[in-house]
């Protein structure tokens, strides 16, 4: 069975690559758009019932998906409070570098807060809400955000495939506005009892940012010990 879930995974990330690679081409020139890949490492450690250490590690590929545009290292630790709320706070050093000549090192906190609701038929709701105080080459700044996100698990023998569609609206005290949004579709994955897979498509529409009209294709792993 975990071959099988694998092989999922493996044909998923495929299609995704194959259908935003098609959609990425339209905007090769433009130098306000730009077609990305994702991907990012979790590592959960159990600490006791309700608190998690959370240990991550992102690359990005940018510029029409040509070179290396982020890359990020980080440490947390995430609570749950009862079944349906959970907080975390977490680290990042991320080093950018968007276009040739812009560059940037940042070191960022983040405070999370998500409740999440059971719907009617089987749905569930999750309400992130995150604040992040952000250092980027000796400039603080704050930034909000806000995404709701609706799934439903599908049985598939005995796990299930959780597909999800999400929203997110970003606030940025840089431009003293609400400049980002960011809408995704996608499926989690258990690929064994440790290991799982997130596969995303998202759109992102930013005018205050270069490039700031972005598609991303997003391979997430998670490890949980």
Known sequence: MGKQFAAVAIVLTTLLLGVGATAFAQGRDDPFADSQIWTETQVSIKLRPDLRLILIGTIRLGRNDSAFINEQAGIGLSRNFGEHLTGAVYYRYISSEPTP?????????????????????????????????????????????????????????????????????????????????????????????????????????????????????????????
């Open 101 to 225: 000549d812009r560059q940037s090192r940042e070191n960022r906190l983040q405070f999370e807060l998500t409740p999440r609701t059971p719907l009617k038929w089987g749905f569930g709701m999750s309400d992130r809400n995150r604040i992040e105080w952000r250092n980027i080459n000796g400039r603080v700044s704050w930034r909000y955000r806000n995404r709701l996100q609706f799934d439903h698990p599908v049985a598939i023998g005995e796990r299930r495939i959780t597909p999800y569609v999400a929203g997110e609206i970003q606030c940025d005290t840089r431009y003293d506005t609400c400049n980002r949004n960011q809408v995704y579709a996608g499926a989690r994955v258990p690929l064994s009892k440790h290991v799982t897979f997130d596969g995303f498509y998202m759109r992102q529409w930013d005018a205050r940012t270069r490039p700031g009209f972005i598609q991303v294709i997003g391979a997430y792993w998670r490890l949980e010990f």
